[in-house]
């Protein structure tokens, strides 16, 4: 077994808390500064250890920066961590929310508040229990696709490197019947991608106004990621990142139980389609409109109690 032997760093603006070394007996450092909208930020090296869980402290109750190396990038990979009120008082597992942002987003935006508060507003109702929500990063404009460079590897980032480092490192549920994602715009896209391209991983995705483009309106309205995520590449697209492709592909891991939710803002074409689509399939899925235009914190007050309650019911 390997002892972490790495130094776990907290780098602020505002004032400076000392590190301390993280070894097998579990030690691990706890940051707490007072003002979040300048939460420190922790970084942990050789995430490939065989250590228990529950080894790594943050500050429940907030979202936190953490930034580790990435097993398969050998890369720094920074993501946001919430932990619920009340983590670091007990011993409890729990389920995780994978949460991606939109284009032109990152880990550490708005979302990192809107959805936490979200699910604590459901959690009052009783509709869901206490999570843990993960906030990766998308390059800005990756459409949560490894691109053919290299330079965005935001699904190796999450499937290969961010979810295994939850699972060992924190108290989460470390299956896929407790592991749920969810995106808005682009990370609409990604989440519904995630989960029918690897429907092994997670329970049921849900997804806020998502931008479910296919390779033609890519090439019309995003031309830079056409080329730099996809190297112009339709076939590239349609065979690995493509959610259509995977709806169709995987469909049988998705009939019987309801596993798939859909809410709509502004972008009201792209999801009629795949609700068609679905609905073709015989896919059972959920498929909601409001009067929100393409607004994540708009669409979490109209449909964030039903993605809680969705959710807490698989």
């Not at 007072?34 to 907030?62: K, W, Y």
């Not at 959805?115 to 206490?130: H, M, Q, T, W, Y």
């Not at 995106?183 to 995705?205: N, Q, R």
């Amino acid at each position: 077994m390997k002892t972490m032997g790495k130094l776990l760093k907290f780098q602020g603006t505002l004032f400076s808390i000392s590190a301390v070394f993280l070894f097998l007996s579990g030690i691990g450092c706890t940051n707490t500064p007072e003002d979040t909208s300048t939460r420190e930020e922790t970084t942990i090296g050789d995430e490939n250890t065989e250590e228990a869980t529950d080894t790594i402290r943050l500050p429940d109750g907030v979202a936190s920066p953490v930034t580790i190396e990435g097993v398969v990038t050998k890369k720094n990979v920074t993501f946001t961590v919430y932990l619920p009120e009340g983590y670091n008082n007990g011993k409890q597992r729990y389920p995780v929310i994978y949460h991606l942002h939109g284009i032109g987003g990152a880990h550490d935006g708005n979302q990192k508040n809107l959805v936490p508060e979200s699910f604590r507003a459901a959690k009052n109702k009783g509709l869901i229990d206490d999570v843990i929500i993960v906030f990766p990063d998308g390059y800005k404009d990756s459409f949560w696709a490894d691109s053919y460079t290299g330079d965005k590897p935001a699904e190796t980032n999450l499937i290969k490197e961010i979810i295994p480092f939850m699972d060992k490192h924190f108290r989460s549920i470390a299956d896929a019947n407790h592991r749920f994602i969810q995106g808005f715009s682009m990370g609409g896209f990604g989440a519904l991608k995630f989960f029918t391209k690897y429907p092994d991983m997670f329970a049921g995705v849900y997804i806020y106004d998502a931008a479910l483009l296919q390779w033609n309106t890519i090439v019309t309205g995003h031309q830079a990621v056409a080329r730099d995520v996809f190297n112009n590449d339709r076939a590239l697209f349609e065979s690995e990142y493509s959610p259509w492709t995977f709806a169709v592909q995987n469909q049988a891991e998705f009939k019987g139980k309801q596993r798939i939710g859909i809410a709509v803002g502004a972008l009201v074409n792209y999801n009629e389609q795949m609700h068609e689509l679905l609905t073709g399939l015989d896919i059972p899925h959920s498929y909601t409109t409001t009067s929100c235009d393409h607004n994540i914190a708009c669409l979490l007050q109209s449909a964030g109690e039903e993605a809680a309650a969705f959710f807490a019911g698989n």
